[in-house]
């Protein structure tokens, strides 16, 4: 799985999935960042099967000069920083992370679009 070997190399944790969501901790937010940059770059260069390349929401997209900027699947990042109300979940027995910053990173991965960071 390509985002679960990112999550590895970049030292991040991955806290729950839900449905078509991730909750991703990392102890540096760098690290973060390289994360999400690399998943973007790894889903820009994925071959794509042609018909999914022909849905208008996952067609490739170049910017004026000619780069591709989108092409297949889009997915949306949030990045907050901050110290979360931490937890042990009793069914998973994983660390499970609260408050508002884990609020806010919900926030502002609603606020982007597929493909935004």
Avoid at 9 to 16: A, H, L, P
Avoid at 80 to 94: A, K, L, M, Q, V
Wanted: aromatic letters at 12%; proline letters at 3%; hydrophobic letters at 40%.
């Amino acid at each position: 799985n390509t985002l679960r070997s990112i999550i590895f190399d970049f030292g991040g944790y991955e806290v729950k999935s839900e449905s078509d969501s991730y909750m991703i901790a990392f102890s540096n937010p760098i690290y973060a960042v390289k994360a999400a940059l690399t998943l973007q770059d790894e889903l820009l260069m994925t071959s794509w099967p042609k018909n999914l390349l022909n849905y208008s929401s996952s067609q490739e997209v170049r910017n004026i000069f000619g780069t591709i900027i989108f092409r297949g699947l889009r997915v949306r990042i949030g990045i907050n920083t901050g110290e979360p109300f931490c937890t042990t979940d009793i069914i998973s027995n994983r660390m499970d992370y609260f408050g508002n910053v884990v609020n806010r990173a919900a926030k502002i991965t609603s606020l982007a679009n597929g493909g935004e960071i």
